[in-house]
């Protein structure tokens, strides 16, 4: 078992949904109110983008939509 699920009880897997979607936006915004080049706030999106997927693969979401502006 991975670390992510166990730390789930068994009422939060219990309740865990089978479909999640996830809109990505702001990257840009968020790099340019720390003064960082735009593309390294899609950078640490696509770093956030990795975890969602791999989390989700290990909690059991079974369909994962993420949309990217």
């Keep these: 078992m991975s ?3 166990q730390h ?9 949904p089978q479909h999640v979607a996830v809109i990505m936006d702001g ?3 968020w790099a340019r109110e720390r003064h ?4 390294e706030g899609h950078r ?3 770093e956030s983008a990795k975890l969602i997927i ?3 693969g290990e909690v059991g979401i ?3 939509n993420l949309y990217a502006l």
Excluded at 8 to 16: D, I
Excluded at 36 to 39: A, N, Y
């Design 44 to 46: 640490r999106g696509a």
């Design 3 to 5: 670390a992510p699920t």
């Design 62 to 64: 079974t369909y994962l």
């Design 8 to 16: 789930l009880s068994a009422e939060a897997k219990a309740n865990l």
């Design 36 to 39: 960082l080049p735009r593309v």
């Design 54 to 56: 791999r989390t989700a």
């Design 27 to 29: 990257n840009g915004r």
